[in-house]
C-alpha cells in the first residue's frame, strides 16, 4: 500500500510539474507575442510628439496642425509636448531615450539634425540615433524690424549698421537656430557688426521686437508672418530663392543686394533608432496622405510652410546633405557655443 501510494504520489507530482510547465510556456508565448501584437494593433494607445521648442513658434504650429489631422488618422490623440531649450538637445535626448515603440515621436529639423552637429564643440546627443519618419516641408525665414526704425530696405540697414558697429539688436528664437544663422550669415556677407540676443523661443523674441526692446530679427514666416500682415513689424527681405505668394511685396535678400544669401528651416517627424518597420510605414503612409489633403495644404499655405510627400529615410538624407552647407555658414559667420 505504501509503494503504491508513493508511485502514485510521484505519477501526481509529474502531472503537476507537466501542467505548470504548460502554464510557464503559455504565459511565456503570450509575453512574447505581446510586441508583435502591439505593433500590428499600432496605436492602441496615445501618441507623444517632442517638439524641440516653446508654445506658439513655428515648429511648435506645424506640428500641432499635423498632430491634429494624425490623430484623427490613427484613432487615437497625438499629445504635444513642448521640450525648448540647449537648441534642442533637450528634446533630443529625451526623443533618442524613450522606447523605439512609436509611442514617442518627435519634430526633428534641420537646427537638430543638420546644424548643431557643427555648431557644438560637445553635442549632448547623436544626430544620426534616430528613425525617418517623414518630412513635413520648409520655410523661409523674414528679416523684420520694429516699426520705429527709420529704414525702408535691406541696403539702409547695411548702411546704417555700418555708420553705428554693435549698435543694433538682433533678436533670435535661441542660440543655433535659422533664425540665428542665418542673422549670422548675413552680417558675414554684408560686413555688418550687429548685437545677438537670443530668447528662449521665438514668442517671446517676437513680443519684444513689437514693444521696441530690439531692433530686427530674422524668423520663420510661419510664426512672424501674422505680425507682418497686422502691420505690428516690417518685413524687408526674405532668406529663401524666391519670393512668397502671401508677401509678394517682400524682396528676397539676394534680390535686396546680397548676392549668394539663402537658408531655409526643414523639419519633420522622426522617431528614436530602432521602430519597427511597420509602424514606421504606418505613419509615414498616413503623414503622406494627410499632407496631399486640399484643407491641410490651404492651412500650410496660410503659414508660408512648403510640404512635400516624402519616404522615411529622406528625413535623414536631407540631414546628413545639409551639414557640410551649415557647417560653412558657421565657419564664415564664426558662431560656435561651447
Known amino acids: 500500500m505504501i509503494k503504491v501510494a508513493r508511485v502514485n504520489n510521484f505519477h501526481a507530482i509529474g502531472r503537476g510539474r507537466g501542467i505548470l510547465l504548460s502554464a510557464l510556456i503559455i504565459n511565456f508565448s503570450y509575453f512574447w507575442m505581446q510586441p508583435a501584437q502591439a505593433q500590428a494593433n499600432y496605436p492602441y494607445k496615445p501618441v507623444r510628439l517632442i517638439v524641440p521648442s516653446a508654445a506658439g513658434g513655428s515648429p511648435d504650429v506645424i506640428c500641432r496642425l499635423a498632430a491634429n489631422e494624425l490623430a484623427q488618422a490613427l484613432g487615437q490623440p497625438i499629445v504635444v509636448d513642448n521640450k525648448p531649450g540647449a537648441g534642442g538637445a533637450i528634446a533630443m535626448q529625451e526623443l533618442a531615450a524613450a522606447p523605439p515603440d512609436g509611442y514617442t515621436i518627435g519634430y526633428g529639423n534641420v537646427v537638430t539634425l543638420a546644424i548643431n552637429k557643427s555648431l557644438y564643440a560637445k553635442l549632448a546627443y547623436d544626430p544620426d540615433a534616430f528613425t525617418g519618419i517623414a518630412v513635413l516641408g520648409s520655410v523661409q525665414n523674414a528679416l523684420v524690424l520694429r516699426n520705429g526704425l527709420p529704414i525702408k530696405n535691406v541696403q539702409e540697414l547695411i548702411a546704417h549698421a555700418r555708420a553705428h558697429p554693435g549698435k543694433l539688436s538682433m533678436g533670435s528664437a535661441g542660440n543655433g537656430t535659422t533664425g540665428h544663422l542665418g ?112 484643407a491641410v495644404r490651404e492651412k500650410y499655405d496660410q503659414l508660408s510652410f512648403e510640404t512635400m510627400q516624402s519616404t522615411p529615410s529622406l528625413l535623414m538624407t536631407m540631414a546628413t546633405v545639409e551639414r557640410p552647407r551649415w557647417a560653412e555658414v558657421i565657419r564664415r559667420s564664426g558662431a560656435k557655443i561651447d
Request: avoid cysteine; hydrophobic fraction near 40%; charge should be positive.
Open 183 to 294: 542673422g549670422e550669415l548675413f552680417k558675414a556677407m554684408t560686413g555688418t557688426d550687429i548685437t545677438h540676443v537670443p530668447y528662449r523661443g521665438s514668442p517671446m523674441a517676437i513680443q519684444d521686437l513689437i514693444g521696441g526692446q530690439i531692433d530686427l530679427m530674422f524668423d520663420n514666416l510661419s510664426s512672424i508672418g501674422p505680425h507682418i500682415r497686422s502691420g505690428r513689424v516690417r518685413a524687408l527681405g526674405l532668406s529663401g530663392s524666391r519670393r512668397s505668394a502671401l508677401f509678394p511685396q517682400v524682396p528676397t535678400i539676394q534680390e535686396a543686394g546680397v548676392k549668394g544669401y539663402e537658408t531655409t528651416a526643414w523639419g519633420g517627424i522622426i522617431g528614436p533608432k530602432g521602430m519597427p518597420n511597420n509602424v514606421v510605414d504606418r505613419l509615414n503612409a498616413e503623414i503622406n496622405r494627410l499632407l496631399a489633403l486640399p
